[in-house]
C-alpha cells in the first residue's frame, strides 16, 4: 500500500521564517547538542564507541555504552575462527598459527578481491523515504530490523527479512508497506562523502552533512554488506542534532567486513526533523550506494579461449525407433534391428561390458535428446497471445495456450517468435526469463511486434549431450577396462604417508573415515576409482572435504579437481573447503545461467569464484593454474576440456553424489581431465548412495534400461566392491561403506536401516538430538519421537500441472507447524527454521509453501524428496498426498522413501492416507513398523476443529475475487499529499490470514 506524496517546500520555508532560528536557541536541548551551520565543524570518532567525556556531542550513559557493545559484538561473533592450511606447507607449528589467525566469515585477511587503499569511492544516492516511526520499547540488535523498526523471534527470521524483504541490494520498498503516508521524495536530506584512510586494515572517514533547512536528529547509520548484515556506524540509542549545513564525521574500521572489488555497498541513514509535533512525527530514511572505483582488473587475467564442440546431430535410425515406439513394424533395416537388439539388452544386462559400452552409452543418450526435441516441438505455440511488458524486451505468454503442459521447460530455454513479415517469415531470438503455473515470461533480443507473432519455438540447448558426448569419444577401450570396469587395484604413482595431522580432530574417533581418508590420499585403489558410500548423516561430506585438505597439506604439488551433481552441492563443497584451505588456492567455476540465482550463493563462495564481482567472467588461466583446488559441477566441468586444460595438471579427480547422476555424466570431469590418451594420470573418488535417489530421467522407456543407473551404483555390482563371500567385508582399498550415523534417533533410523542397510548402521547422534522430541505429549509413543496421523481427505490434481494436492493434509500439517512454534517442545521453544516439510508432488509442495508464507513463516523449508537429498532437519513433516487412490503412483519408489524418511534428526511426523498407502508393499512395511512401535495416531483422537478443508480449498482458490478501499487523505503543512491516495487489499490474503489465526489461536 503505497500513497504519493511530495514536499511542500513553500510551507517549510513559511514554517522556518515563522520559526526565526537564533544561533543561541539551536544550541542545545536537554541531553543533546548541535553545531552551529556557521561553524561546520567536524567530528571524529573511531568506530569502537568512545566515552561520554570524549564525545560531548553525543548523548549516552552506560546502559548506551553496554548496548553499543552488544552490537559490536553481534556483528563479531556471527564469524567462527576456522582452521586453514598455509599454502604448500606441512609444518604443525605453521599449520597451528594459521588455524589461529584464519577467520571464515570476515575475510579480514582475504586480498584476492580485496580493494586496495587509497582509492576513490564512488557514491550514488538511491532513495529517500519519509516515513512514520514505529515505536519499539525494547529493541534487539541482533532479532530486530533497525531499519524497517520490525521486532522478530530469532536471529534467524530476522535474516531472512533482511533476504527475502530488502535484498541484496537492500531496497526500502518495505518501509513502503506499513503506512499509506509513508512515501519517496525525490531529494536528497543529506549529503554523503566517503575517503578511505591509508592503514592496514580497511578504515573509512564518512562524512553526513545536512542539506534539508530545517534541524534534524541524526539517529542511525549503517553499512549493509550485501550477505544479511548491517554494520553499525553510528547507533545504539545515540542522538546528535544536526542543524542546516552542520557536517557529522566518523572514522569507521571494516576490520570484520569483507570488501570485495567492484562490489556495490549501501549505507542506511535515519534521522528525524526536528522544529514542531508535525515534523517530530515524521521520519527520513535514505539509502546511499558506494562502490569503489578501480580499473577492471579482470581484464588483466588471460581468458582461455574455448574450442568449439561439433554438432550433436541425432542418426536417422534413432529417430526412427523412437517415433515407432520401438516397436517393428517390419519396414526396419538391418542397421534398425541391431539398434533395437542393443536397447533391448541393455533393459536385461545392467552391468554393460566393454564391447558394447560406447556404442549403448551412444545410443541411450541419442535417444533422451530425440526425446527432448520432440517434447519441445510439442510446446510450440500457433497464433500466440503475447503481452508486452511496459517498453521493455518482455514479454508474457499464458500457460494456457500451450497443448500440452511445457513440464521440462526451463529458465534460459532459448526461444524463437516467428513473425510474419511483408515479404518473409522473420525470427526474432530469445530465452524463457521466468516459468509460473500461470504465466512465461520471454527476454527477447531485440523489440518484437506482438501482434504479427504467428508461431513460438522453443530450442534444445545441447551443450551437455555435445560434452557427454566428447567425454566418450576420449574414453578409450584401455580406459574403459582400467576405471569403467576395473577388476584389480594397483595403487599409484604418488608416495604413501603412513602419519596424518588431522585437520577435524573429531576424525581420528571414527575408524572408519581415518580408513577412507588414508587411502584417498595414498591412491590405494589406482588405477580404478575409490567408492565412498555414505549412507544418511554418516559424514560423507565431512569425509571428502577432510580428505582433500588432507591431499592439500601432504602433496603441495598436487591439483584436485573435485565435481558434483548439482550446484547445491558443489557451494556446500567449497564453502567447507575455505575451512582449511587458504581463499587463493580455491577457485568455484560456475555456468553462466548462474548469475541469474548470484543473490542465493554465500559470498564466501562468490569471492573465491568466476562470478566475484557480480559479474560472469570466462575461464582464465590464472584461475586454473594458480588455483590447487577447482570445484564444479559435472556438467561445468566439461567446459575445462574445451579450454584445453592440461591433461596431467589434476592428480585427483572427486565426484560428489555420483548416485545421482548418469553414468555418461559422470565421465565428463574424468576423460581428458584425469587420462590422456590410454594413460590415467589421476586417482578418481567417487562419492554417494545408491540407495538414495538416482539419476533423473524424464523419458519412462529409458528408465527400463541402464540408462537410468549411475557410475556408482553399477560399480558396486562388480567383484571388485562386492563383500567378500568369506570374510563378508568390502576391499577397503577400494571401498569404504561408511556405518556411523550422526544425523538422527535410533528409532527414526531404524526402519530404514533395516530395509535399506542390511542393519549395518549404528545410531551415534548425540543425547541432545535423540532426546529433543522424546517425551512430547502429542507422540501416541512417548519414548518414540515418530508419529503417522492418518487421514482420508480428497486427492486432487491441478488442471494445469496435473500434479495432486491434498488440502486436508496440508491444514493437518498446518496444525502441527502452528502448535509446535506456539507451544514449542518439550518446554524448549522451536524456531521455524528448525522445521521442514516435505510432499512428494509439487503441487502441494506449492499450496504449502503458500499457507506457510501467508502465516509469515518464511523460514520454513518446503521441498520434495529430489529437493531435500542430503539436507536434514530437527523436525520434518512429511505429506504423502495420495489418497483413496487406485495405486500410490512414484511413492512406490524405494528410493525416494528412503530419502523423505531420513531427514528428520529429532521428531519426523508423516501424513497420510493408511488406506491407500498400504496397497504398496514398502509403505506397508514402513505402516507395520509405526503399528509395532505404537507411532500411528488414534484416529478418535482430536487435533484441530478450527479450520476445515473446504476452508483451505476455498483460499486457495484462484477465483477469489479481489476489491479495494480507500485510505483516510493525510493532512500535513510540510508535504502534499495527492487528492486520491488509494491503497489495494486483497481479500484473498486477508482470507488466508484470518483463517490461519483462527485456526493458530484455536489449538
Same mark, same amino acid.
Given at each position: ?42 567530528? @571524529? &570518532?573511531?568506530?569502537? %564507541?568512545? $566515552? ?5 556531542? +553525543? /548523548?549516552?550513559? =552506560?546502559? #548506551? ?43 579480514? @585477511? &582475504?586480498?584476492?578481491? %580485496?580493494? $586496495? ?5 564512488? +557514491? /550514488?544516492?538511491? =532513495?529517500? #523515504? ?874
Amino acid at each position: 500500500m503505497t500513497t504519493k506524496c511530495e514536499p511542500n517546500m513553500a510551507n517549510i520555508i513559511q514554517w522556518l521564517q515563522q520559526l526565526n532560528l537564533r544561533r543561541d536557541e539551536c544550541s542545545t536541548a536537554e541531553g543533546k547538542q548541535e553545531a552551529g551551520p556557521e561553524l561546520k565543524k567536524r567530528r @571524529r &570518532r573511531k568506530y569502537t %564507541r568512545k $566515552s561520554k567525556d570524549d564525545n560531548p556531542s +553525543i /548523548k549516552t550513559n =552506560d546502559k #548506551i555504552e553496554n548496548h553499543n557493545s552488544t552490537v559490536k559484538e553481534s556483528a563479531h561473533q556471527s564469524s567462527q575462527p576456522k582452521s586453514r592450511i598455509p599454502n604448500g606447507q606441512a609444518n604443525q607449528t605453521n599449520l597451528e598459527k594459521h588455524q589461529e589467525n584464519s577467520n571464515r566469515n570476515s575475510k579480514a @585477511r &582475504r586480498t584476492r578481491n %580485496r580493494p $586496495s587503499f587509497n582509492r576513490e569511492w564512488i +557514491i /550514488k544516492p538511491v =532513495d529517500t #523515504i519519509i516515513r512514520l516511526p514505529m515505536k519499539l520499547e525494547v529493541f534487539d540488535p541482533i532479532t530486530d530490523c533497525p531499519i524497517c523498526q520490525q521486532q522478530f523471534r530469532s536471529e534467524r527470521m530476522f535474516r531472512s527479512h533482511v533476504a527475502v524483504s530488502h535484498g541484496s541490494c537492500f531496497k526500502l520498498d518495505p518501509l513502503l508497506d506499513f503506512d499509506p503516508r509513508n512515501h519517496r521524495i525525490d531529494r536528497q536530506v543529506c549529503k554523503l562523502a566517503m575517503q578511505q584512510l591509508p592503514m592496514s586494515v580497511p578504515t573509512f572517514s564518512i562524512t553526513v552533512e545536512n542539506l534539508a533547512s530545517v534541524p534534524i536528529l541524526l539517529n542511525s547509520i549503517y553499512i549493509f554488506d550485501g550477505n544479511v548484515q548491517l554494520w553499525p556506524v553510528f547507533a545504539g540509542g545515540q542522538i546528535l542534532r544536526m542543524v542546516p549545513g552542520y557536517c557529522f564525521e566518523d572514522e569507521v574500521t571494516l576490520d570484520d567486513m569483507v570488501l570485495v572489488e567492484g562490489r556495490s555497498y549501501s549505507l542506511i541513514i535515519t534521522a528525524t526533523p526536528v522544529g514542531s509535533d508535525r515534523l517530530l512525527n515524521r521520519q527520513v530514511v535514505e539509502q546511499y550506494h558506494f562502490t569503489e572505483k578501480v580499473a577492471n582488473n579482470r581484464g588483466k587475467k588471460t581468458q582461455i579461449a574455448l574450442t568449439k564442440l561439433p554438432p550433436y546431430d541425432i542418426p536417422r535410425p534413432v529417430t526412427i525407433l523412437y517415433k515407432s515406439n520401438y516397436k517393428d513394424n517390419g519396414l526396419y533395416t538391418s542397421q534398425e534391428r541391431d539398434l533395437m537388439r542393443l536397447i533391448e539388452v541393455s533393459k536385461q544386462d545392467n552391468l554393460l561390458s566393454l564391447d558394447r559400452y560406447s556404442k549403448q552409452l551412444t545410443v541411450l543418450n541419442q535417444i533422451e535428446a530425440q526425446h527432448m526435441l520432440q517434447e519441445y516441438f510439442n510446446y510450440t505455440i500457433l497464433e500466440p497471445v503475447i503481452v508486452p511488458q511496459n517498453n521493455t524486451r518482455l514479454y508474457t505468454v499464458s500457460t494456457s495456450q500451450f497443448k500440452k503442459k511445457p513440464s521440462l521447460l526451463n529458465e534460459d530455454v532459448k526461444a524463437i517468435f516467428i513473425s510474419q513479415g511483408a515479404t518473409r517469415m522473420e525470427k526474432a531470438y530469445g530465452v524463457v526469463e521466468k516459468i509460473t503455473a500461470d504465466m512465461v515470461t520471454f527476454r527477447m533480443q531485440e523489440f518484437v511486434d506482438a501482434t504479427k507473432v504467428v508461431k513460438i519455438m522453443f530450442m534444445l540447448n545441447r551443450t551437455t549431450f555435445q560434452l557427454e558426448r566428447k567425454a566418450l569419444t576420449l574414453m578409450s577401450a584401455t580406459l574403459i577396462k582400467s576405471i569403467c570396469l576395473p577388476e584389480a587395484v594397483t595403487g599409484g604413482p604418488l608416495e604413501s604417508f603412513a602419519s596424518f595431522q588431522w585437520i577435524r580432530q573429531n576424525v581420528a574417533s571414527n575408524a572408519e573415515q581415518v580408513v577412507a581418508i588414508r587411502n584417498i590420499v595414498n591412491q590405494t585403489s589406482f588405477p580404478a576409482p575409490y567408492i565412498l558410500f555414505g549412507p544418511p548423516g554418516t559424514g560423507k561430506t565431512s569425509t571428502l572435504v577432510e580428505a582433500i585438505g588432507q591431499i592439500y597439506k601432504l602433496r603441495p604439488t598436487v591439483n584436485i579437481l573435485v565435481a558434483a551433481t548439482s550446484n547445491y552441492a558443489a557451494n556446500e563443497l567449497t564453502s567447507r573447503l575455505l575451512d582449511c584451505i587458504p581463499d587463493e588456492d580455491v577457485f568455484r567455476f560456475f555456468a553462466y545461467s548462474s548469475l541469474k540465482k548470484i543473490n542465493e550463493i554465500e559470498w564466501d563462495v562468490l569471492d573465491v569464484s568466476n562470478l566475484a564481482g557480480h559479474s560472469y567472467s570466462n575461464i582464465c588461466y590464472e584461475d586454473i593454474y594458480m588455483c590447487r583446488v577447482v570445484v564444479a559441477t559435472l556438467t561445468t566441468a566439461g567446459r575445462l576440456i574445451q579450454a584445453n586444460i592440461k591433461s596431467k595438471h589434476f592428480s585427483y579427480v572427486f565426484i560428489d553424489e555420483c548416485g545421482s547422476s548418469k553414468e555418461i555424466t559422470s565421465l565428463i570431469p574424468i576423460a581428458g581431465l584425469a587420462t590422456n590418451g590410454n594413460e590415467i594420470n589421476a586417482s578418481v573418488v567417487l562419492a554417494g548412495d545408491p540407495k538414495q535417489l538416482g539419476p533423473v530421467i524424464q523419458y519412462d522407456f529409458l528408465k527400463q534400461t541402464s540408462h537410468g543407473l549411475s557410475m556408482l551404483e553399477r560399480l558396486m555390482n562388480l567383484p571388485l566392491y562386492a563383500k567378500d563371500q568369506v570374510t563378508n567385508k568390502y576391499n577397503h582399498k577400494a571401498i569404504m561403506v561408511l556405518r556411523d550415523n550422526y544425523r538422527s534417533n535410533d528409532r527414526l533410523i531404524q526402519f530404514c536401516n533395516d530395509l535399506f542397510y542390511d542393519g549395518q548402521l549404528r545410531s551415534k547422534a548425540s543425547h541432545e538430538i535423540k532426546n529433543f522430541a522424546v517425551g512430547w505429549h502429542r507422540l501416541p509413543n512417548s519414548n518414540c519421537p515418530l508419529m503417522f496421523h492418518p487421514i482420508s481427505s480428497k486427492t486432487k490434481q491441478d488442471k494445469l500441472t496435473y500434479s495432486f494436492f491434498n488440502a486436508g493434509e496440508a491444514k493437518k500439517v498446518l496444525f502441527y507447524v502452528s502448535d509446535l512454534l506456539k507451544n514449542g517442545l518439550n518446554g524448549k521453544p522451536v524456531n521455524q527454521s528448525d522445521i521442514g516439510i516435505l510432499s512428494f508432488y509439487a503441487r502441494q509442495v506449492t499450496f504449502l509453501r503458500g499457507l506457510c508464507t501467508s502465516n509469515k513463516w518464511h523460514d520454513i523449508e518446503i521441498g520434495s524428496a529430489e529437493q531435500y537429498q542430503g539436507r536434514e532437519k530437527p523436525i520434518m513433516m512429511i505429506s504423502t498426498v495420495r489418497s483413496n487412490c487406485d495405486n500410490v503412483g512414484f511413492l512406490a519408489d524405494a528410493k525416494r522413501l528412503n530419502v523423505a524418511l531420513t531427514r528428520a534428526r529429532s521428531l519426523m511426523i508423516v501424513v497420510g492416507n493408511t488406506e491407500t498407502l498400504q496397497q504398496d508393499p514398502l509403505w506397508k512395511k514402513f505402516l507395520d513398523y509405526c503399528r509395532k512401535n505404537g507411532a500411528i495416531v488414534n484416529r478418535n483422537r482430536k487435533t484441530s476443529s478450527a479450520v476445515t478443508t473446504s476452508d483451505v480449498n476455498k483460499i486457495s482458490s484462484p477465483k477469489t475475487p479481489k476489491t479495494k478501499k480507500r485510505t483516510k487523505k493525510l493532512a500535513n503543512d510540510l508535504f502534499q499529499t495527492t487528492t486520491t491516495p488509494v491503497a489495494t487489499c486483497d481479500l484473498q490474503t486477508e482470507a488466508i490470514h484470518r483463517i490461519i489465526q483462527k485456526f493458530v489461536h484455536s489449538n
